[in-house]
Structure formats: structure tokens, C-alpha cells
């Protein structure tokens, strides 16, 4: 069990680091959850982002170029349609919450995200 997690660990976009200090928040079960879903998919978009483009969200062709250049999800259309969603959500939120803390979005940073989170539920 703790080598598929290792391996599982690996393809992920967020750290041990970045994984631990979500779950050390005061947050419910899926706050946490939603808190790493929303710094997962702005790692993506991060990691979409070959040149900075002011920071801003990368456009659905390039969320598309991106999948196509990973093996997994070429062989997985029905899970590219389930991250499209998710990413297409996570634009949404991002571009909010950039706006509220005068930042662009993929110049957020996940403390960023956390502090959101606590201030919301606090």
C-alpha cells in the first residue's frame, strides 16, 4: 500500500510539504479536500504555463495541449473530460479570488488559498 501511494505521490503537482500544511489547518474533512483540489489544479495551470502571460489562467487549448503531452490521460477521455470540469471550476475560483487579493492568479500561492479557506470558515 505505501509504495502505490509513493508512486501516486510522484505525479502529484503539490509536495509532502504542501499536502502536510493543508492538512494542519483547522479545516473540516472537505474543506481540506476542496483546499486540494483548488491548489492541485492551480499547480496545473502553473505547471500548463510555459511563459507567464501576467500570471493569468492558461486557455482551454492549452489545458488540451497539456493533456496530450501525458501519456495517462491521452489513453483516458472520459477522465480529461472529468479535469476539464475541474479545472474549468478552479479557473472560476482562482480568477475570484485573484481579484479579492489583488494578485493574478497563478500568482497565488497556496498560503494564499489556506488563508482564504480559514478566513471564510472563521
Not at 481579484?99 to 497556496?110: D, E, G, N, R, T
Amino acid at each position: 500500500m505505501e509504495s502505490a501511494f509513493a508512486n501516486n505521490f510522484k505525479k502529484s503537482p503539490l509536495t509532502r510539504e504542501e499536502i502536510s500544511l493543508i492538512a494542519s489547518t483547522n479545516l473540516s474533512v472537505k474543506e481540506k479536500h476542496h483546499l486540494r483540489m483548488l491548489a492541485h489544479c492551480l499547480e496545473c495551470f502553473k505547471s500548463m504555463n510555459k511563459v507567464d502571460h501576467d500570471g493569468l489562467i492558461p486557455s482551454k487549448e492549452i489545458w488540451m495541449e497539456w493533456c496530450l503531452t501525458n501519456p495517462i490521460m491521452v489513453k483516458d477521455d472520459e477522465f480529461v473530460q472529468v479535469l476539464f470540469d475541474q479545472l474549468s471550476g478552479a479557473a472560476i475560483q482562482l480568477e475570484k479570488l485573484s481579484c479579492a487579493l489583488k494578485v493574478a492568479p497563478l500568482h497565488l500561492q497556496l498560503r494564499d488559498l489556506i488563508a482564504v479557506y480559514e478566513t471564510v470558515e472563521g
